[in-house]
């Protein structure tokens, strides 16, 4: 059976106590939220200093109506041998209020998880362990201002180790909501959340920084 999702909800309720891999306490709290510009309305969520341009992923197969959405970490803080410490646990596109009933993985085309094995997954790969959401009409465009992409998100790693997310616009008014994860780089999914009328309400990248069953990557999406 593919790897089964988090409890999203509990997640990004705030204040949610939970144990990070390892055993250790961790309390998650909520940052502030940046707004994104869907102009289609199709997410490609990856690395924004190697997934962007004409080899990067395409969008998933779940779209939403487009629009502006706002974009939210869930932070882990814990004490690391009397230090204060805080991780991204994972990202949160918020598309409605709605609750969600069901969580799905986010495909992308001629995907299917009944390919997958014990708890493997689709998802991304991110070498730097910077992550991204981004509309599939801006992935090109960015990728032809590199110079300006790394330097705000630089600036932003810099100042807040990544977090909380950082909304920026780049030089043709492309938009993208950068973040970073909580365990650097590797493999991770990404989750579709539904509402009971079968509704895009969400979509959540998992950091998988919290205490779960182990997961092995099915590949990049």
Request: glycine fraction near 12%; proline fraction near 8%.
């Amino acid at each position: 059976m593919a790897l089964a999702p988090s409890d999203f909800t509990a997640l990004f309720a705030d204040q949610y106590r939970c144990n990070l891999l390892g055993g250790r306490p961790a309390t998650v709290s909520l940052s502030r939220p940046v707004d994104l510009a869907l102009p289609t309305g199709k997410v490609v969520v990856c690395d924004p200093f190697t997934g962007l341009g004409p080899f990067a992923p395409i969008p998933f197969t779940a779209a939403v109506r487009p629009g502006r959405y706002p974009v939210t970490l869930a932070v882990a803080s814990f004490d690391n041998g009397g230090v204060p410490t805080q991780v991204a646990a994972a990202a949160r596109l918020s598309v409605t209020d709605a609750p969600v009933t069901g969580w799905e993985l986010a495909l992308v085309e001629d995907q299917d998880v009944a390919v997958l094995g014990e708890r493997e997954f689709f998802g991304y790969e991110t070498g730097h362990g910077d992550v991204c959401f981004v509309d599939a009409s801006a992935v090109s465009a960015l990728a032809d201002h590199e110079d300006w992409l790394l330097e705000a998100l630089a600036a932003h790693a810099a100042a807040d180790f990544g977090l909380p997310p950082v909304g920026a616009v780049g030089p043709a008014g492309e938009e993208i909501a950068a973040f970073t994860t909580g365990r650097g780089y590797g493999f991770y999914p990404t989750w579709v959340g539904r509402t009971g009328d079968g509704d895009v309400a969400s979509f959540v990248t998992d950091f998988l920084v919290l205490e779960k069953p182990g997961a092995t990557s099915g590949g990049p999406s």
